[in-house]
Nanobody, 115 residues
C-alpha cells in the first residue's frame, strides 16, 4: 500500500504564490510518475502537471508559465510551485503517483485564490 500526504494549500490573494508538497511512502517501485490534479466544485478532475522519473514534465495549458512541478527522489516527494495565482485556480489539488499497474491518490488539499 502507498500513502500520499499533501501540504501547502491555503488561502492566497490573486497574484500570490503557494508551494504544494506531496510525500509518498510505502511500497513504491521505480520508475514512477507523480503529478498534480485539481477539481473545482461541479467540475471534473483535470491534470495540472506531471513529472516522470526522468524528470520529463507535462503541464495543462492553463498553468504553463505560472506553475512548476519538481521532485525529490530521495524523499519520494513532488512539489508544485504556483505563481501568479488566479481565482480560477481555486480547487482541491490532489497528488498522484503511478508505477507499474498501480495508481494512488492523496486526500487533497484546498487552494483558494480570493481577495
Amino acid at each position: 500500500q502507498v500513502q500520499l500526504v499533501e501540504s501547502g494549500g491555503g488561502l492566497v490573494q490573486p497574484g500570490g504564490s503557494l508551494r504544494l508538497s506531496c510525500a509518498a511512502s510505502g511500497s513504491i517501485f521505480t520508475p514512477y510518475t507523480m503529478g498534480w490534479y485539481r477539481q473545482a466544485p461541479g467540475k471534473q478532475r483535470d491534470m495540472v502537471a506531471t513529472i516522470t522519473s526522468g524528470e520529463s514534465t507535462n503541464y495543462a495549458d492553463s498553468v504553463k508559465g505560472r506553475f512548476t512541478i519538481s521532485r525529490d527522489n530521495a524523499k519520494n516527494t513532488v512539489y508544485l510551485q504556483m505563481n501568479s495565482l488566479k481565482p480560477e485556480d481555486t480547487a482541491v489539488y490532489y497528488c498522484n503517483i503511478r508505477f507499474w499497474k498501480n495508481n494512488y491518490w492523496g486526500q487533497g488539499t484546498q487552494v483558494t485564490v480570493s481577495s
